[in-house]
């Protein structure tokens, strides 16, 4: 849908062709801004305090601080009377800001209704069933999409129970992933990681330590596990590109012991980057 | 994380601190960029390769077009010379371009690796863990965040079944929401929708057709139902605030009824808009 007009919280009205969106702004990078749409009917948002009042809500949920909804209310306003066009609709966005910043960003987009929409109604949709939390993960399932709120929420979550990270467990109890890590264990000689085939993200670093545990004389075992295998480990890690192999000390608030082979993954995880 | 630099799409390195998003790119408004994150050693990202094909198969599941891998590969470099940190982080999102253009853009993020990274790894990590589909959604439940790319592909998957849009249902059969609307049916003088603490969103038309349907002599009954529930009404409808009242024709490929509740909630909305 065309975008007829734009506003911005602290400039106002601009260019909808002007991009004002930075790159590191978590609402993009991660998929974390709260939002709002709604018909503009006669030039006047439909029940537009309602949708704020909403937004403040996912706004709290998504730990982003509480936006100033008379501002939102008048960069909203602001925008429909710029776009020239009294039957669209309107899209608010309140993001948490540039990573690292913290400072909030609002905008205000106005978009030109999509022409097909009498005809469909005309007409009456058709509606495919899809098994949410079944199907449905398998459509992006392993795709490393922009949509992370969720993923940032279980990490808010994780903290508030005292935690450091969240570890994601299936419906049926089965080991998963962490929010942006893979999940790795020793049992002796053998390493023990999630398989692929579970839905959880192929992990770069994950396929580099498969590779390189043989070399330091450990076996590899993929598979679906239970808490209690990891519970029961010699020792627990987590893999990703930017922490690397992160040894694991508690899980649910229970000490794991730790070992040797967090450390020396670690080690040949750098050398194999100083020769790559 | 500051970030140390970037590279857009067809310009190259531009300044950091310059907004190069469009507030109605997809990757924005939807959640819908592929990205990847790679750690940089001594200058060089690590299995960059890898985390590119990574990226490719991202996008085809996202119903992104192809990237050009090679010069994805050229930008990422570019932004990691004009950092001026050999140790460093890099993230590289493919998005799908501004709504009703379609044409994709990539980026290049450069950002300094958290300060507090060897310390953790020191400490070690505390995991909490969470279930997945049974605690995790009500982390964000009724939360309207900017991560729809699970919803976007749900919406693909109906069309390649033949349908208009998707249909949620809980692991348990139940019927939860549509990827932008709530669903609505109606059996002789009451109608029924599910109810907001399954963890669906609490949608604004939603709340007004309950407001509106004792004027036009309908009772409102919501729950946790199933398909059998759905398909067994005198007609079916979904609502949201720019597609408002729109009737529904087949459910996974049966038909089901038109009949007059559709039309009339959609002018009684309309009134009530007119005279908000």
């Given at each position: 849908?065309?975008?007829?007009?734009?506003?911005?919280?602290?400039?106002?009205?601009?260019?909808?062709?002007?991009?004002?969106?930075?790159?590191?702004?978590?609402?993009?990078?991660?998929?974390?801004?709260?939002?709002?749409?709604?018909?503009?009917?006669?030039?006047?948002?439909?029940?537009?305090?309602?949708?704020?009042?909403?937004?403040?809500?996912?706004?709290?949920?998504?730990?982003?601080?509480?936006?100033?909804?008379?501002?939102?209310?008048?960069?909203?306003?602001?925008?429909?009377?710029?776009?020239?066009?009294?039957?669209?609709?309107?899209?608010?966005?309140?993001?948490?800001?540039?990573?690292?910043?913290?400072?909030?960003?609002?905008?205000?987009?106005?978009?030109?209704?999509?022409?097909w929409l009498d005809e469909l109604?005309e007409r009456?949709?058709?509606?495919?069933?899809?098994?949410?939390?079944?199907?449905?993960?398998?459509?992006?399932?392993?795709?490393?999409?922009?949509?992370?709120?969720?993923?940032?929420?279980?990490?808010?979550?994780?903290?508030?129970?005292?935690?450091?990270?969240?570890?994601?467990?299936?419906?049926?109890?089965?080991?998963?992933?962490?929010?942006?890590?893979?999940?790795?264990?020793?049992?002796?000689?053998?390493?023990?990681?999630?398989?692929?085939?579970?839905?959880?993200?192929?992990?770069?670093?994950?396929?580099?330590?498969?590779?390189?545990?043989?070399?330091?004389?450990?076996?590899?075992?993929?598979?679906?596990?239970?808490?209690?295998?990891?519970?029961?480990?010699?020792?627990?890690?987590?893999?990703?590109?930017?922490?690397?192999?992160?040894?694991?000390?508690?899980?649910?608030?229970?000490?794991?012991?730790?070992?040797?082979?967090?450390?020396?993954?670690?080690?040949?995880?750098?050398?194999?980057?100083?020769?790559?």
């Amino acid at each position: 849908m065309t975008l007829l007009a734009l506003a911005v919280g602290g400039r106002g009205v601009v260019d909808p062709d002007e991009p004002v969106v930075f790159a590191d702004d978590e609402g993009f990078l991660r998929g974390r801004a709260a939002f709002e749409t709604t018909r503009v009917y006669g030039g006047r948002p439909f029940r537009l305090d309602r949708h704020l009042e909403r937004l403040a809500g996912s706004a709290a949920r998504l730990g982003l601080p509480a936006p100033d909804l008379g501002a939102l209310e008048r960069l909203a306003l602001e925008a429909v009377a710029a776009a020239g066009e009294r039957e669209c609709s309107l899209r608010i966005y309140f993001t948490p800001g540039r990573e690292g910043n913290g400072r909030p960003g609002a905008l205000a987009l106005v978009q030109a209704l999509p022409p097909w929409l009498d005809e469909l109604r005309e007409r009456g949709l058709r509606l495919a069933a899809l098994p949410f939390g079944v199907e449905t993960p398998s459509l992006i399932g392993g795709a490393k999409a922009s949509s992370y709120a969720l993923n940032m929420a279980a990490v808010d979550e994780a903290k508030r129970r005292g935690a450091d990270d969240a570890l994601f467990l299936g419906p049926d109890g089965v080991v998963l992933e962490g929010p942006t890590s893979n999940l790795w264990w020793r049992r002796g000689g053998t390493l023990f990681t999630p398989a692929l085939d579970l839905g959880i993200l192929p992990g770069v670093t994950r396929a580099t330590l498969i590779e390189l545990a043989p070399e330091l004389g450990y076996a590899v075992e993929d598979g679906a596990y239970r808490l209690a295998d990891v519970a029961a480990a010699d020792e627990v890690f987590t893999s990703s590109s930017v922490r690397e192999v992160m040894p694991v000390v508690e899980v649910d608030g229970a000490a794991v012991p730790r070992g040797a082979a967090a450390d020396e993954l670690q080690a040949a995880l750098r050398a194999a980057a100083d020769g790559a």
